[in-house]
């Protein structure tokens, strides 16, 4: 994400490597598949949020939910307010005035459903959504009790695809507007996306055994061309098709992406492979703590960084790379100390409680 966010302050340069015939190959193109991490996020906090609440309520209950909700705001709330607050502060001293009301409506999680509150940094929209989703869990847990696991699923997933149907016959095309920006941040446009996480921890309990053409590195690969399919229909190579094919493309890219990705989390979490391996490693581990905090404060060292790398050397696939390893040295310092400072003390505070958490939960927190 943060590699994306690069490439789009320098304006989605093309990064040529050959040509074959009149096609020219640009590695750019590729590699903003990171852009979609935002969607692997949701998979994955659907398959957390099963594991940590969903699963243990055999009908919904009042005051489990109270709790559940506490320990989310608790987990998510400081490190995100204290960066919301900061850049306030900054771009009021930076002349641009105090955005109130932006501030009020992220600190509120509703920024993505009002006009006009988005502007304090835009990436700020995914934790929204993924609010949402929390409030929508209890209608999950209703639906399950009711009716059963698959038929809630099965609701979930038709609410979501139709309302996704609904948006390409209103925005033909996926649209470019703000207000079709909005729509796709909603919580019905990307529910797919948790529930789809929620199945893979639904099997991942009940010990289903992976499809031998899905484990290790092997099916690891396989998951990741379904996702980069699914990615390529959601863009504009799919716009030059005709109508009817180009807009079942558009509403199932997503989907597909997400089947994808679900995959790719169901082969780390039950398959042992090379990618399981690197990701139990001590660094990427350390990544994956400071993770939240990166994404809460990337936005603007990346600005500062692409700004000022672009008035002094110009866009070049060079300067974009360089911009790229800049912003990250830069960051990781601000995310390690905004993790000590506004997360670990969570963490402190839930060891202090003594419940004892599994590993798949310890990865959610």
Known sequence: MVWFHVWQAFHNIPWRVAHIGAHSINLNEPISIGQTGV???????GFCMY???????????????????????LRIAPAYYAAAFAIAVGLWISGHGFPGYELITNLTFTQHLLP??????????????????????PFFIVATYRWGFRQAVVISVVCSLVFRLMFYVVFPGGGHSLLAYDVQTFILARLVEFVAGIIVARVYIQGAALPPALRGWRGFFLACVV???????????SAGL???????????????????????????VCSASVFQRVLCTSGMQALGRWSYSMYLWHAWPVTWVATAVLTRFGASPLTQHLTYVVAVAIMIPISWLSYLL?????????????????????VAL
Request: hydrophobic content about 50%.
């Open 39 to 45: 969607d692997l996020f949701f998979v994955i906090s």
């Open 51 to 73: 594991l940590m609440y969903a699963r243990k309520q055999d009908k919904f209950s009042g005051a489990a939910y109270r709790s559940f909700l506490k320990a989310r705001w």
């Open 116 to 137: 006009k509150t988005n502007d304090l940094v835009a990436p700020f929209w995914s934790l929204a959504t993924e609010w949402c989703f929390y409030l929508m869990l």
């Open 227 to 237: 996702a980069g399919v699914g990615r390529v229909w959601m863009g504009h190579q």
């Open 242 to 268: 005709t109508l009817p094919l180009g807009l079942s493309l558009e509403v199932i890219g997503l989907p597909l992406m997400t089947v994808g990705y679900a995959l790719i989390l169901w082969n780390v």
């Open 342 to 362: 506004f997360e670990r003390p969570y963490f402190v505070l839930r060891a202090r409680e003594k419940k004892p958490i599994s590993a798949p939960e310890a």
